[in-house]
Nanobody, 120 residues
Framework: QVQLVETGGGLVQAGGSLRLSCAAS????????MGWYRQAPGKQREAVAV???????NYADSVKGRFTISRDNAKNTMYLQMNSLKPEDTAVYYC??????????????WGKGTLVTVSS
């Protein structure tokens, strides 16, 4: 079964940086789309950044220019580089993957999340 494990969260001062990692249990070629979502206290889960198998990316307006999503197929890992962090970035960040029809029948997978806390 597919498993996604997020690491890299923690406490950081405003203006600082963190890099989140999402390690998959199998080859990333099985996924059409991977992405990062976050859920802040008292708010609904929202998409932060997504990346497709061909390398195309899309970002939420709130993180454009500050966050960068990437994939390393050789390491079966997706990353989210977060720079210029703001207190409003504080949230639990979740790894998401959508399986390709030929490999995983389009199923959606989630990690358990990693907490990012940005202090003022």
């Amino acid at each position: 079964q597919v498993q996604l494990v997020e690491t890299g969260g923690g406490l950081v001062q405003a203006g600082g940086s963190l890099r989140l990692s999402c390690a998959a249990s199998g080859n990333l070629l099985r996924f059409n789309t991977m992405g990062w979502y976050r859920q802040a206290p008292g708010k609904q889960r929202e998409a932060v950044a997504v990346i497709t198998s061909d390398g195309s990316t899309n970002y939420a307006d709130s993180v454009k220019g500050r966050f960068t999503i990437s994939r390393d197929n050789a390491k079966n890992t997706m990353y989210l580089q977060m720079n210029s962090l703001k207190p409003e970035d504080t949230a639990v960040y979740y790894c998401n993957a959508r399986g390709a029809t030929l490999f995983l029948s389009g199923m959606v997978y989630w990690g358990k999340g990693t907490l990012v806390t940005v202090s003022s």
